[in-house]
Structures are given as C-alpha cells and as structure tokens.
C-alpha cells in the first residue's frame, strides 16, 4: 500500500509539474504573439472616436455614447495619451496589456486564496485562467490597444466588483469601504462598455445565492438603477430594434448559442485544412451545438444556487460562478444590442471579435469543475486531464491567430505609410477604416499636431535634400534588394504618384526601419517601410519567420522619366549603397 501510495504522490506531483510548464509556457507565447501583432498606429472604429475627441470638448467627448455604449472611462485614457503622449498607441496596447494581465491576477488570487481546493485543483485552474486570458483567439479585441482597454477596463471592474463582494460574503470588514468597491468597481465596468451593464445583475445573482442581507442587495439593486437612469441621459442613441429588424425567441437562441460556442469552431477548424471560410463558418452546426451544452452546463451550474442559496466560502466558486453569469448576460446583451447587424450580416454571430467574452464564459464553467470535482475521485483525474489538454487543444488556432494578427499589423503600417506620404491610396486605407474620408480628414489634424503616426516627423524629411538628413553622415551597411513601381496612384493634392514595392536587406542579416526614396538629385521623394512578409527572402537570409523584409513606399510628384534610388535611413545615418527603382511593367492607375 506504502508503494501504491508513494506511486500515486509521484504521479500527481509530475502531473503538477507539467501542468505549471503548460501554464508558463502559453502565458509566454501568448504575450510574445501579442506584441509581435498588436496594432501601432489608429485603426478600425478608433477613427471615428478620435475625430470626436478631438472636434469636441473633452467632457462631450466622454459623456458621448457611440453605437449606443458609453465608453466614459476608456474616453479618458486616450484623451491623456492624446494630449499628453501624441495618441502613442503603443502606450494605449501597453495599458490594456496591463489590464489584461490585471484581469487574470485577480482570477489567480482567488483561485489560490481558496481553501477548499488542493494544489493539484489550483495548478489546473491556473492553466484554464492563463489559456482564457492569453490565447490569440481574442487577438481582434487584444491586439488592438484602444480596443482592449475598452473591454479590459469592463473585466477589471468587474471582477473587482465580485471579488470585494466576496470578501462581504466572507465577513471581512470594513463593510462600507467593501460595498463603495463594490459599486465604484461595477460603475467602472457600466461605464467603459455595454457589456459591462450585466455586472449588476450578477451581482444581484451572487448576493441572492450567498444569503446576503437585504440592505446588500438593495444598495447593489439602487446602484444599478441609477446606472441605468445616468446611461438613459447621456447624449448619444440608446438601442433600438426596429420593427423589420424584431426576431423570435428561437432566432434569438440560435444566436445567443452560437455566440457561446463560436471558440469552439475556430478551435476545430484551426485542425484541419484548407482554413474555414466565412461561409462554412456561418453554416456550421458546431457553435450551436456547444453553445447548447454550454447553456446547458451553466443552468446546471446556476440554479441550484439560486434554488438552495447554498453559494459556500469558496473563492473559486464565487468567481468562477460570477465569471459565468457575468459573461452569459453579456452575450444576451449582444444578441440583444447586435440584431440589425446580424440581420444584415448572418457571418456576425460568429464574429471572432465576440470570443473575448465567450472564452471567459468557458473559463468560467471550467473553474467551477475544477472547484466541484477536487473532491471527487471518479471525476478528478478525467476533468484535469481534460482541462490540462486545453493548450494543446487549441494551439493551432492560437498560432494561426497569431499569423493573422501580425497580418493586420502589418496591413495598418502599410495604411499609416500611405499617409506619411501624404498620398491617396484609398485601396490601402479602406482597410484601416471602411470610410477613407473619416481617415483622410482626421490625418490632416494628425499631421498638424503631429500625432500617432506623424509623431516622428518622417513627413519633414520629404522634399528636402537628403544631405540634410542626419547631419550629411552616411555610412556603409550592404544594402541589398530589390525596389519597383508597382502602381500608380496620387498625393493629396492630386499631383501623380507612385506606389513601390520590394525588398531590402543590410548585411545579410538586419531590415531596415525605413528606406527614403530620392532623385538623381537627392531630393527626397518618398519613403518606404517594411510592411510585408516576404517568406522567400526570409528563408534565403535566414530571417525571423514572420520578419517584414518586404517595402512599400510612395515616390510623390512621380515623373516616370526621372530615375529614382533607394537608401537605407537608419540609426543616425544614409546608407552609401543605393537601389536603383525599377519599374514592374504596364502600371495600373489606383484610386
């Protein structure tokens, strides 16, 4: 018996071991991915929320609902970074990388802080939280710095809003200090984003099912009527269904469990190949059948609490529970608040976007079998298992969420270059914003005041002699490659241009930062940035995988009988060596 037992401690401690490395070994994966593919210049609906804040006082600014949320708390981060930071988006991917990781903390500190688990429990709940929190399946809400203070700012609040909850229910004091977390956490949560509305009544879940005193629940009832009440009065629209957009309560589940199992689809098709297309993915069968079972599990997992009001002293439940309810309202709130988009678009209820908050859920059920089966024989070893398998699981997707967003970093630096240049190249800034006039407009004010992108002041160095960059000082680097006219397109003020592409190298072994496009003169002309991966020349030199060898720049006021070269501009200094610009062939004007 001795042995069999020394056998089984051996067993679980090996167990324990490599589930820690699993957790570790995701958690770097998942913030190398994010920083190698976050987006560094305004991208997506920031466009238009810059253009407020900077046109409008700032308190309309962030008073001001836009698609009928109040984004008052995210309003204020990026108004000091525009003030203060030159709209450094770098900064913004940076503060929502904080929240994030804020996020989970407060998951592990009530996962470790729990007392009715063993270590083996608390290890594979580590493992579910960092999985939750880092995978690249949320990189269209992470990977974007604005957009993941918006709704890192909604978990954060949030669950700080439960955790202090938790210790009332625990019986820690000072009780008043505790109820204003409470409530200045949810007020922060409400007012950061919509989804984060559903923290009241889940609050109100949890303070039923804990047997909290009524003087409890009708504070957390008061303080989110008066959220309800100061949301109806701000400026802005409120959601609204129009009758030809009204659908039935079938429709409605259907979308309300597709959005629930949506990880699960993209998790299944990361295995297989060629990758899911939009309209597989919106004819799938799969996200409905899990968001079912998911349905299925958290009513399993909710009403007996709310039945026997038997929420005990664990932490783990009490967040995991929260963690569940929280986003299952959540995702109600967007069935509700997204039904003329799904409408118009079917494809949008398997948005990757909306696996923000439907990870969490999961995490959230997956925390409470971990807290409900430690104790239980039969099912411990076959739900750790399970759940120690999830890195593996989804790895492939994880990956190749990765590639897609270095993809659109990549796509918005070749966006931020064309504006650099100060030329219109609408095909390339349609996809920053599907409104290039919104873009164009706010660009010229950026441009002024020399924000984001133009913070640099790379836009001064076109037009003047290229002796006059960096002193005159140039040196030798071996830049070698390969710099053509692909198109031609026009600058801002309608003289011609043309659009570049190619490749570059210094020593065989390092990309430039940016290349400056001169005439036989020395005038400079344009610039090029890296902003395409160009495997063939990756491999050749032995580069990074997803390093950009690949250029694209802009020559203005092109004349394609002038000749036009190439140096590197790096480090304080002009590559000696020039690129001869050659021309592709027959070139197709752009608009």
């Known amino acids: 018996m001795a042995r069999s037992g020394n056998f089984g401690d051996v067993v679980e401690r090996i167990f324990q071991v490599t589930t820690g490395i699993l957790a570790l070994a995701f958690l770097a994966s998942g913030i190398l991915f994010l920083w190698n593919g976050h987006v560094t210049v305004t991208a997506f609906d920031m466009w238009h929320l810059y253009t407020v804040s900077l046109n409008q006082p700032f308190w309309q600014a ?27 988006q770098q900064l913004l991917f940076v503060i929502g990388l904080a929240l994030l990781i804020l996020s989970a903390i407060v998951l592990l500190v009530a996962t470790w802080q729990d007392k009715t688990i063993g270590t083996t429990a608390k290890l594979v709940a580590t493992l579910v939280v960092v999985v939750a929190n880092f995978s690249m399946t949320r990189a269209s809400i992470t990977a974007i710095g604005p957009f993941n203070c918006i709704c890192s ?5 949030a669950l700080a809003a439960f955790y202090a909850l938790a210790l009332i229910c ?39 099912s804990a047997r909290l005193s009524w003087r409890t629940l009708g504070l957390i009832l008061a303080a989110g009527i008066v959220a309800v009440i100061t949301y109806g009065v701000l400026p802005g629209a409120a959601p609204e269904i129009t009758p030809e957009n009204a659908i039935s309560l079938g429709t409605a589940l259907r979308r309300f469990c597709s959005l629930l199992g949506t990880p699960f689809l993209y998790a299944a098709a990361a295995w297989s190949s060629p990758a899911l297309s939009p309209a597989a993915a919106q004819s799938s069968n799969i996200p409905f059948v899990c968001g079912t079972l998911g349905l299925g599990l958290a009513a399993g997992a909710v009403m007996p609490r709310l039945v026997r009001r038997d929420l005990g002293t664990s932490k783990l439940q009490f967040i995991a529970l929260a963690l569940t309810v929280f986003n299952f309202v959540a995702m109600g709130f967007i069935v509700i608040g997204r039904t003329a988009h799904m409408h118009a678009s079917p494809g949008e209820v398997v948005a990757p976007r909306y696996m923000f908050w439907s990870s969490l859920f999961w995490a959230g059920l997956f925390l409470i079998f971990v807290q409900n089966v430690d104790s239980k024989k039969w099912a411990r070893w076959p739900t750790f298992s399970a759940l120690s398998a999830l890195p593996l699981l989804i790895f492939p997707e994880h990956y190749q969420a990765a590639a897609w967003g270095r993809h659109v970093h990549l796509i918005m630096e070749s966006a931020a270059t064309s504006l650099i240049n100060g030329v219109c190249d609408t095909d390339m800034v349609a996809q920053m914003y599907p409104t290039p006039a919104t873009v164009y407009s706010l660009a010229k004010q950026y441009r002024q005041r020399r924000l984001d992108m133009f913070a640099d002041g790379l836009q001064d160095w076109i037009g003047v002699s290229e002796t006059n960059l960096f002193g005159g000082h140039y040196k030798s680097v071996e830049l070698k490659g390969s710099i053509a006219v692909q198109s031609l397109v026009r600058c801002a003020n309608g003289a011609p ?26 005038k400079v002309c344009g610039l090029a940035r890296p902003t395409e991966i160009r495997t063939n020349i990756n491999s050749q030199y032995k580069l990074p995988k997803f390093a950009a060898s690949g250029f694209l720049g802009y020559i203005r006021d092109y004349n394609p009988q002038t000749p036009y070269f190439v140096r590197s501009a790096d480090d304080n200094r002009l590559s000696r060596e020039t690129l001869r610009v050659t021309s592709s062939g027959p070139m197709a004007g752009s608009k």
């Open 170 to 208: 625990g019986g820690t004091r000072p009780y008043w200090t505790l109820m204003v977390l409470v409530v200045t956490s949810g007020l922060i949560a409400s007012f950061s984003f919509g989804s984060g509305f559903a923290v009241w009544p889940t609050l109100l879940i949890l303070g039923w």
């Open 153 to 157: 700012l909604v978990v954060v609040g």
């Open 497 to 522: 241009a043309a659009r570049v592409t190619g490749w570059a190298i210094e020593r065989e072994t390092s990309i430039p930062k940016q290349l400056i496009l001169v005439n036989a003169g020395g």
């Open 62 to 88: 962030a008073l001001l609902k836009y698609g009928s949320h109040s984004m008052f708390f995210p309003t204020l981060l990026w108004s000091i970074d525009i003030a203060w930071f030159r709209s450094n």
